[in-house]
C-alpha cells in the first residue's frame, strides 16, 4: 500500500476528497481490481466500481450525483480488501451517496423505503403483516403498531431535525 496520490484530481474528485470516506480517491490507479472483487459487479454488468471512479477522477459530477450506480454498492468491501493502492470504493460512495443526498439525489427505492419508516417505523412497508402480527402474539410480544411511534419520533429528531440538517451541510 502506498499514500502517494496518482492521479491528476477533477474539481468533483477533490470535492468527493474532502468529505469523510472520499479522501483517498485520488490514489486510484484505475487497475480493475475492484470490479474484478465486487460480486454486485458479478450480478450487474451496469455496476462497475473503477468505472464510477474514472467519472469522478474526469469530473463528471452531474452523471455521476444522479445515477443509481453509487447506491448499488453492498459496503461488503471485498474491494477495499483486495486494492493494492488503499483505495475503499465503499467509501467513497458513502461520500457520493452523502453529496447526492444533500442536493436531493436520491434513488426511488430508497426514498421511498425512509418515507415507511419514517411513516410507521418499519423497513417494508408490508413487514407488518397479519402473519407477523399472529407470530408475535403467539409470542407473547407487543403487536399494536402505535409501539413504534417512538422510535420513529427518536429517527426523526435524530436524523432530520433542522438543526441536524444543518450541522451536515
Ligand atoms: S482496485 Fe483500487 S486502484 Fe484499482 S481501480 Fe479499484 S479503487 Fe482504483
Ligand atoms: S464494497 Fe461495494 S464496490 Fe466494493 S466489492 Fe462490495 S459491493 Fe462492490
Known amino acids: 500500500m502506498t499514500n502517494e496520490i496518482h492521479t491528476p484530481s477533477s474539481e468533483f474528485a477533490r470535492e468527493v476528497a474532502s468529505v469523510p470516506g472520499g479522501e483517498a480517491i485520488n490514489k486510484c490507479i484505475q487497475c480493475g481490481i475492484c470490479t474484478a472483487s465486487c460480486m454486485v459487479a458479478r450480478a450487474s454488468e451496469k455496476y462497475r466500481p473503477r468505472k464510477i471512479i474514472q467519472k469522478i477522477l474526469i469530473g463528471k459530477r452531474d452523471e455521476v450525483l444522479r445515477s443509481d450506480q453509487p447506491w448499488f454498492c453492498m459496503t461488503c ?50 413487514a407488518y403483516s397479519d402473519f407477523i402480527e399472529d407470530e408475535r402474539d403467539d409470542l407473547g410480544l407487543e403487536v399494536d403498531l402505535r409501539f413504534n411511534d417512538g422510535f420513529v419520533k427518536r429517527v426523526r429528531e435524530r436524523y432530520f431535525s433542522p438543526d441536524m440538517r444543518e450541522a451536515e451541510v
Open 77 to 126: 468491501r471485498m474491494c477495499e480488501e483486495n486494492c493494492q493502492e488503499g483505495v475503499s470504493p465503499a467509501e467513497i460512495f458513502h461520500a457520493v451517496r452523502f453529496i447526492a443526498a444533500r442536493e436531493g439525489h436520491i434513488p426511488n427505492v430508497f426514498r421511498n423505503t425512509l418515507d415507511t419508516v419514517l411513516t410507521d417505523g418499519w423497513l417494508l412497508k408490508d
